[in-house]
């Protein structure tokens, strides 16, 4: 479990040492024939060994696209980072040739799609799939390859796995074909894995199984862990950090419990709002009123004050940075305090 220790940055950044992945003023943007699509406005986050930062935010906010922003697979063009950093351990990214990133991506940092279980070749035996890192990444043999996915395939708990490596996909359910896909993508001993809605499409008891399966491999191998989700049942049992992004900016980011005790921006109160009592275990987000922003015609100021209910005057002229408003916590809003304390208006 993530400890508090001295205060931070609002990025969650801790003092000293420096965090296994920082992200700084990341900006992404689209060249479309329609015009320029903002996808990525100013998202500054950090994470550090061992930690899960869940990122929560509603559909087009911008979550995939700094996660492959972070993997470096965006289509440049149409896409183009026109800003920011992105460190691992101190090394910017952005700054490297595509050769030296591309033997960190799938090995320092991997990512689970979103439409993960599409992903598998249909004419390639789940064997073949999973031993092909360790062939183009390592250089082993067939036999070695093969040896190494059966042991993955125990790793991510697949039953029976020396007989299934020789099984095609289709032979596999939902929840084991993400367990390949899992396996995959730890394959390398990443520091780094990007989850992007791991469990989406999966059912309720196999999503659990699957978030436990993510939760033990993290704890064992010591990877951080960022875990893009709808679901506030997900981000309250799995994460250690949560990052609410709105409009391509992380608007609030605070430790877990923090954010459900009070949060500290009307976007993150208004998500938590939509949830009934209960707790809000496995449930999706529901909209908070008012339609998202449009990436091509950014409102001025805070993305978020046209759908504001604490808005005054001064919303639509200056974009709030990130207040640090406690360690590790910092909310992108000019009122945080009326926000945090329940006061309105
Ligand atoms: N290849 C692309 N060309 C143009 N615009 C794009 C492209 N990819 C993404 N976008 C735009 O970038 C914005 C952010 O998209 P992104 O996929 O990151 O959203 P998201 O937060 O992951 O949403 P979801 O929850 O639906 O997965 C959206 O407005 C999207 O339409
Ligand atoms: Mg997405």
Redesign the pocket.
Known sequence: MWKTPAPASPAGRPPGGGPLLAVENLHVE?V?RRGV?R?VNGVDCALNAGETLAVL?E????????AQAIMGIL?TP??RVTRGTIRLRGTDLLGLREEDRSRIRGSRIAMIF?DALSALNPVFTVGAQIGEMFRVHRGLSRRDAERRAVELMDRVRIPDARRRVHDYPHRFSGGMRQRVMIAMAIALDPEVLIADEPTTALDVTVQAQIMELLSELRRESGMGLILIT?DLGVVADAADRVAV?YGGRIVENAPVHDIYRAPAHPYTKGLLESIPRAGGKGRALRAVEGSSPD?MAMPSGCVFHPRCSYRQDDCAAGEPPLHPIGPFRGSACHYWREVLHGSHG
Request: glycine share 16%; aromatic share 4%.
């Open positions: 689209f479309t699509v996808a935010g559909s087009g906010s911008g979550k995939t696209v700094t289509d149409p896409a979103q709808h992004m990436p």
